[in-house]
């Protein structure tokens, strides 16, 4: 069974003696907040062709082949429902794609960097937002605009308010995602 012992845990906990790393499935980003995870303890992982997203927790090594299980029950619900409902994939096959090499199912637990920075990047900006739209709704809703790509005539128009008190608002939020972004 593979070690993770090497990993960082999601709030950055040490392990304990008795304990070892085992991983958890990140099934969204909501989790991440609740438990207010360290973004950059996190991996991107391929498994059978789809990238899931794994955080590492300290757990007791007696309880690391009952968690372990338990993730790959996860992982496989989350499976099944990306891949075509006739496609089934079995725990044993998630577990022996590690020991084997050769196959092209396998899973690489290595980082994907590009796909992980994108994906911190995302949660960021919209964190920024979020906190933008707390001054002004306004505001947030044009940064959810530039996000989406509308250019600035487009934002105009959606804002239904005159040309230049869109303008305004336009730059105020600019201005003030500036502002919260390097405070």
Known sequence: MANYDN???????PLREGETMIPIFI???EMVRTYNMD?????TWRVGGQKI????TPARIEQKDTLMHLFWNEVREYIKE??????????????????????PKRFDPGASPSLEETVLLRMAI???IEEVRAVDPIYGIVLDLVKEGYERK??????????S??????????????????R
């Open 7 to 13: 990993r960082k845990s999601y709030n950055n906990q």
């Open 27 to 29: 099934s969204d980003w």
């Open 39 to 43: 973004r950059n303890n996190m991996e």
């Open 53 to 56: 997203t794994v955080a590492f």
């Open 82 to 103: 990306q891949v075509h409902a006739d496609q089934h994939l079995s725990y044993e096959e998630l577990t022996e794609w590690n020991d084997d090499e050769e196959n």
């Open 126 to 128: 919209d964190e920024l």
């Open 154 to 163: 487009e934002i105009v128009k959606r804002l239904n308010l005159s040309q």
């Open 165 to 182: 008190q869109a303008y305004k608002k336009i730059s105020e939020a600019h201005a003030k995602a500036k502002e919260l972004y390097f």
